[in-house]
């Protein structure tokens, strides 16, 4: 299973960004999807998550403001950012774990990584 995340860059602050991530090799049906975040420095953040079934858990720090959804049938899960703050400046990266048993929960761990796309906020 290989993850490919895509559409970071650099927007002011207050604006909205879509990241995605593609998973190939494998079916998404079965697969929990996280999102994480690194910024220089930092250790990584858990950002959201989405079940198999489509739930979500956010961060504190960016409910309201990020949102995850899944297109099972294109293989893709998307991470849609607004109200975009300076200090959402970081590595975005997305993670893939086979979680059938659960449908609506989302695992503590993932196996596998995505090589992460940079976001910058700032004016």
């Known amino acids: 299973v290989q993850l490919q995340a895509s559409g970071g860059g650099l927007v002011q602050p207050g604006g909205s960004l879509r990241l995605s991530c593609v998973v190939y090799g494998s079916t998404l049906d079965d697969y929990a999807i996280g999102w994480f975040r690194q910024a220089p420095g930092k250790e990584r953040e858990w950002v959201l998550c989405?079940?198999?079934?489509?739930?979500?858990n956010h961060a504190d720090s960016v409910k309201g403001r990020f949102t995850t959804s899944r297109d099972n049938a294109h293989h893709t899960v998307y991470l849609q950012m607004n109200s975009l703050k300076p200090e959402d400046t970081a590595v975005y990266y997305c993670?893939?774990?086979?979680?059938?048993?659960?449908?609506?929960?989302?695992?503590?761990?993932?196996?596998?990584w995505g090589q992460g796309t940079q976001v910058t906020v700032s004016s």
């Open positions: 989405i079940s198999t079934a489509g739930s979500t």
């Open positions: 993670a893939a774990q086979r979680y059938t048993r659960y449908p609506r929960g989302c695992p503590r761990s993932y196996e596998y």
